[in-house]
Structures are given as structure tokens and as C-alpha cells.
């Protein structure tokens, strides 16, 4: 569905040309550079890329989270139900934070408090947004504990993040980020980090919730395979901008970027003889040092004069498909 | 916890057991006695005649015996220094005004320099940072006696301010009142010190706490910055804290001979290095042996400290395994 065209119903989140640097001593890094998107209620879309080129400072910098000194986020605008985040006070973006959009990480061995109990550290973000008792967001809490399939929920909640494995800790960053009922949920790599079968049960639990409370899902990933499965639309970024979006199967069916093409080239597939992995050639650009005109030069196979003059522009190539590459707009 | 206790509280024994052999031991091999010709001018006669008096004419390991006889039922001798009082009556008298100064200066040390290093782990970088750090470097590098010196000639001789010395109203009773103002001066330069060491680790473990991970989970969650730090950070950056900082407190309550002599404080920290000039055995026993116990139960309590903050650490949990 392509959210730009239905023009009576806002998008829920429209990141517009969002640009975050970090002023670092030996100069500036673009990590996020004129990146824009929208995020329509109850959908999942897909940030993809590989390491680096900017899609978790994306999703912090949604948060307002990127730490500052040395990220800073220069311009564009950030926009939950038209109303912008980045006008806001430091008190008004925190009832903002966990409360409207909240947000669950790559690490869950070290996201939690490792002094706090799991139960305490969830009811802390129901007490902050809701009108509770103490107890109710105690209560709540183990609500939220079972709702994420967690086994006797009364006494996990009592038990400390060190006495949990590493899915049951990411179920709980999930009952935590989901305790207020988000509109939005950013899961940045939330199965990175996990053993192959966990992944799949969280990645199950994911899509179960959001059929139950109807949240929309930003899931920041650097896996196909999960973006394929799991995702409405997809959007693919490579240093600091993005280079294709589409709806994921159109995007995986007839992707236009030389950089996506590349990707789902480098998936391994069971079924073939394959003795080697396709490979994108070259390192990603310094983010310090980008070149002039497109990101993807130094390692495009059909890269001629003009894609080092100017950048090309992100421009809808087929309905509800764009992508930025002067050889797919033909 | 009681077994735990009790197994701490026997392995210290052990410890003060060995402390008293090595210091007994290394005490009688060092050149020279509490009476020699040196100390004190004596007739042979004379001389032989205290030494027998206070059993130094025995082998060392009778004497050693005898000492340690006497010591478990607490009788821990006559002081050389003072023969008109004993060694129990002696410490007990002293110690319970340089356990004022040493309480006095803890909380001094510990308030400013925990509220400094906090500032300064959280406006790291800034001025505030610089300042701090620069006055933590200068905190550690003087020596207190130097210290001391300005204070006096500034506060007490220039300005008039606060009293040059003393403790208490009549020199050597306890200093009751904080309005007496003769605690100022001396607390101060004695806490600089443990004040500059205790802000440098406070700033190190809250920077280090700050980038965690789960930092920036209570952030998301919406948490304003105060209460990130109350909750979140500081109840983390203190279990670091905890041991190096705990060791600050034996030091500071056994006293300086410095800040003792500068300003005319009739304490215990003195004793320390009197003793071992004069060579007087019992003094030395007793005063080594309540280092050793207070570093004991220092370490002891620690422990027990980090089972309160971490639940991650369980007491006695070997046992399990």
C-alpha cells in the first residue's frame, strides 16, 4: 500500500529528510543523511541495510536518543500523527518516549538493569505514563509478562534480568516497550543477538502482538530472510540514505537498486549447487568522506559519468516502488 | 548469612593470629630496644632490671607466648612511652578523638566527593568536569601536612578566622559540639585526600555506567534524566564504588600522625609511628592488631554491602557448586 497516495488518512510516522551527524574529531559523519519515510497504523516496515550505514541512528534519532555530544540531528522532521518531535521540550518528548513510540534493542543481555527486577523495571514505564498505583503497575506488569508467553509470570516478575535466558530477556524489553500501548513499536535487531530457534519464536511473538494490540512495527534489520517474512514494506538504506523502498514482495520480486539486487544475490539458496556466495564487491564509503553524486558508486557494476556528478534522487520508479539510481529510472 | 558470618568472623581470627606472629617477630629482629643506651640513660644495673621486670630478658617465643596470654584475656600491657597508664586505657582514650576527626572527615570526604564526581561524570567534558578534575589532582598530588599549613596560616593566622589547633575545649576532651569550631580546619585538610580520590572514582564509574545499554532502555522508556540517574545509574555505579571506596574508612579512622601534630590533637594516629621509634613493643602489638582487625571487618562488611546492592552476588555460594 503506498502511503504517499491515500492522502486523506496522515501516516502514522513520517520521517522527512531526516539528517544526523556526528562531529567527531576527525570530521563530520553523516550517518543519517536526508532519509524520509512513512509509517502507516498497524503495518511492519522493514528498514534494512548492513552495519553502519545508519539505520539504528535512524530509529534513535526517532527516540530523540542519539547521545549529543557528538550525534546531533541537523534538520529535516520527525512527525507522529503530524504532530513534530522535534519541536518538542525534554518533558514533553519524554511522555512521548514509551507512551506513544517505544523502542526494544539489539542486546537484551545488557538492556536490562541487571539491580532492578524484571516485574519493577516494567511497571516503572506504566507508572511514568499511566495514571496507576503502585500495585496496579505491578499488576500490569505481570500482565504484560504473560501476554509475551513468559512461564509463571507472578514470579519471573520478581526475578532479577541475570536469572533469565536471553529470549525470555528480550520478551520482557518486548512487555516493556508494549506496557503503554504504543502506537508504534522500533524493535532495533531484536533477534540479532539470539540463538537461530529464538529468533523465530520472538519474530512469531512479534507479529502475534501486533495482531492483538495493533501496533505498527519499525523493524530495523540487517536480515532478508526476517524482512522477508515478516514485513509489509521494506525500505533499503546503504550510508546513510535510503536506496529502494517497496512493498517487500515487490521489492524481493523485482528489486531495481544495483545495491538490493546485490543483497538478495548474496542470500545463499539450499536448493542450488552453489559452491560460493555472491559477494557486493568494495567496503562501504567512509561516512566522513562521502563521495559526490550517488553513495553507491565505488561499488556499482553499472556506475558511469553521471552517477558521479550528481546524487540521484529517491523517485517512484513503479507504483508504490521507489528507488534512487539514475540507471533504474531509466 | 549466619554460618557465612561466623566462617568470616573465625577466618579473621586466623588473620590477627598471624598479623601479631609477623609483627612480633619482625619487631624483635629490628636493631635496638625500648631500653637501650640510646633511649634512655640507665645504669647497667638498672636497665637489667626493667628489661626483667617487663620479661625482655625471656627468648622471644616465651615472650611472645606470655603476650599473646595475656592479650586474648584482653590485657595488652604497659605502654613504655607512658608506664603510668596501660595500653588498653591508652588506646581507648585517643582513639575515641581521632575516631571523631576520622568520622567527621568521612562524611566530609564522602558528601563533597561523591557530589562532586557525580556533577562531573554528568556534565563530563565541560568545564564543571575540568574543575573538578583539576582539584581532584591537586587533592591527591599535596601532601596533607602541606595542605594543612595553608589552612592554618590563612584561616588561622591571616584572616583569624577558625582556630589554629586544639580539640575540644581543653585540649584533649571530646570536642561535643560542632559549634566549637576547632573540627573545621583539621577535618578538611585531613578529608582533601580521600575527598579528591573518592570524586575521580565516582566520575569514573557513573561515566562508565552512563553508556550502558540499559541506560538508555530507561531513557526510552521515557524516564527523565533525574531519575535515570537516581534509579538507574547511580544505584549501578555504586556497586564499583563499594570496594574501593570502603577502604578509604580504616585509613581515615585510625588517624594521621600529620594532621594529629599540626594541629595539636591528642590522638591515636601519632602512636603509630611513635611506637616503632621507641620500640615499644606492647603499643606496637596493640596498634598493629586493631589496624588489622579494622581492615578485617572493613572487608568483611563490603562483602556484605554487595549482596544488599547486587542481587547478582549470593554469599557463600561456592557452597553450591
Redesign the interface.
Known amino acids: 500500500m503506498p502511503p504517499s497516495e491515500t492522502a486523506g488518512s496522515t501516516p502514522l510516522l513520517e520521517v522527512d529528510d531526516l539528517r544526523t551527524y556526528f562531529h567527531t574529531r576527525t570530521g563530520v559523519a553523516k550517518a543519517v543523511d536526508g532519509v524520509s519515510f512513512d509509517l502507516t497504523a498497524a503495518e511492519t516496515l522493514g528498514l534494512v541495510g548492513e552495519s553502519g550505514c545508519g539505520k539504528s541512528v535512524t530509529a534513535l534519532s526517532i527516540m530523540r536518543l542519539v547521545s549529543d555530544p557528538p550525534g546531533k540531528i541537523e534538520g529535516g522532521a520527525i512527525r507522529i500523527n503530524g504532530r513534530e518531535l522535534l519541536d518538542l521540550s525534554d518533558d514533553e518528548m519524554c511522555a512521548v518516549r514509551g507512551n506513544d513510540v517505544a523502542m526494544i534493542f539489539q542486546e537484551p543481555m545488557t538492556s536490562l538493569n541487571p539491580v532492578i527486577t524484571c516485574g519493577r523495571q516494567i511497571a516503572e514505564a506504566v507508572e511514568l505514563h499511566q495514571d496507576v498505583s503502585r500495585s496496579e503497575a505491578h499488576n500490569r506488569a505481570v500482565e504484560m509478562l504473560r501476554l509475551v508467553g513468559i512461564a509463571a509470570p507472578e514470579q519471573r516478575a520478581n526475578e532479577y534480568p541475570h536469572q533469565l535466558s536471553g529470549g525470555m530477556r528480550q520478551r520482557v524489553m518486548i512487555a516493556m516497550g508494549l506496557s503503554c500501548n504504543p502506537q508504534i513499536l522500533i524493535a532495533d535487531e531484536p533477534t540479532t543477538a539470539l540463538d537461530v530457534t529464538v529468533q523465530a519464536q520472538i519474530m512469531e511473538l512479534l507479529q502475534r502482538l501486533q495482531e492483538e494490540l495493533g501496533m505498527a512495527i519499525l523493524l530495523i534489520t540487517h536480515d532478508l530472510g526476517v524482512v522477508a517474512e515478516t514485513t509489509d514494506r521494506a525500505a533499503v538504506m546503504y550510508a546513510g540514505g535510503i536506496v529502494e523502498s517497496a512493498a517487500t514482495e515487490m521489492l524481493f520480486a523485482n528489486p531495481r537498486h544495483p545495491y538490493t539486487q546485490g543483497l538478495i544475490r548474496s542470500i545463499p539458496e539450499l536448493d542450488t549447487d552453489q559452491t560460493r556466495l555472491d559477494i557486493i564487491p568494495g567496503t562501504v564509503p567512509d561516512l566522513r568522506r562521502l563521495p559526490v553524486g550517488c553513495r553507491f558508486q565505488s561499488r556499482c557494476p553499472l556506475v558511469d559519468e553521471h552517477c558521479r556528478e550528481a546524487a540521484p534522487p529517491l523517485v517512484e520508479t513503479d507504483e508504490g516502488h521507489q528507488t534512487a539510481c539514475w540507471k533504474a529510472n531509466g | 548469612m549466619l554460618i557465612y558470618l561466623a566462617q568470616r568472623l573465625l577466618a579473621l581470627a586466623f588473620v590477627l593470629l598471624a598479623v601479631s606472629m609477623i609483627v612480633f617477630t619482625l619487631m624483635h629482629s629490628v636493631p635496638g630496644g625500648p631500653f637501650d643506651t640510646q633511649q634512655a640513660k640507665l645504669p647497667k644495673a638498672a636497665r637489667e632490671n626493667i628489661e626483667r621486670k617487663y620479661g625482655l630478658d625471656k627468648p622471644v617465643w616465651q615472650q611472645y607466648l606470655n603476650y599473646m596470654s595475656h592479650a586474648v584475656r584482653f590485657d595488652f600491657g604497659i605502654p613504655y612511652q607512658q608506664p603510668q597508664t596501660t595500653v588498653a586505657a591508652l588506646i581507648g582514650k585517643t582513639w575515641l578523638v581521632t575516631l571523631q576527626v576520622g568520622i567527621m572527615t568521612i562524611i566530609v570526604a564522602f558528601g563533597l566527593g561523591i557530589t562532586a564526581g557525580m556533577f562531573a561524570a554528568y556534565h563530563q567534558n565541560s568545564w564543571v568536569d575540568n574543575i573538578v578534575t583539576f582539584f581532584s589532582m591537586l587533592g591527591v598530588t599535596v601532601p596533607n601536612f602541606v595542605i594543612a599549613m595553608w589552612f592554618i596560616l590563612f584561616f588561622g593566622v591571616t584572616r583569624q578566622w577558625l582556630p589554629t589547633g586544639g580539640w575540644g575545649k581543653s585540649g584533649d576532651c571530646l570536642c561535643y559540639d560542632l559549634l566549637c569550631s576547632d573540627w573545621i580546619l583539621p577535618v578538611l585538610a585531613y578529608a582533601l585526600a580521600p575527598m579528591a580520590i573518592i570524586a575521580r572514582y565516582t566520575r569514573a564509574s557513573i561515566v562508565d555506567v552512563i553508556r550502558?545499554?540499559?541506560v538508555?532502555?530507561?531513557?526510552?522508556?521515557?524516564?527523565?534524566?533525574s531519575k535515570v540517574m537516581r534509579?538507574?545509574v547511580l544505584?549501578?555505579a555504586q556497586?564499583p564504588m563499594v570496594t574501593a571506596l570502603g577502604t578509604e574508612i580504616p585509613n581515615l579512622i585510625t588517624g594521621s600522625i600529620f594532621i594529629e601534630t599540626i594541629f595539636r590533637i591528642n590522638g591515636l594516629g601519632k602512636f603509630f609511628v611513635t611506637s616503632t621509634l621507641n620500640r615499644d613493643y606492647p603499643m606496637i602489638m596493640a596498634t598493629f592488631l586493631l589496624v588489622a582487625l579494622l581492615w578485617g571487618i572493613t572487608f568483611m562488611l563490603t562483602d556484605i554491602a554487595y549482596t544488599l546492592?547486587?542481587?547478582?552476588v549470593k554469599l557463600g555460594a561456592k557452597k553450591e557448586a
Not at chain 2, 538508555?216 to 534524566?225: D, F, N, P
Not at chain 2, 546492592?309 to 547478582?312: A, F, T
Open positions: 550502558e545499554d540499559y538508555r532502555t530507561a531513557r526510552a522508556k521515557g524516564l527523565g534524566e534509579r538507574h544505584r549501578n556497586i546492592i547486587d542481587p547478582r
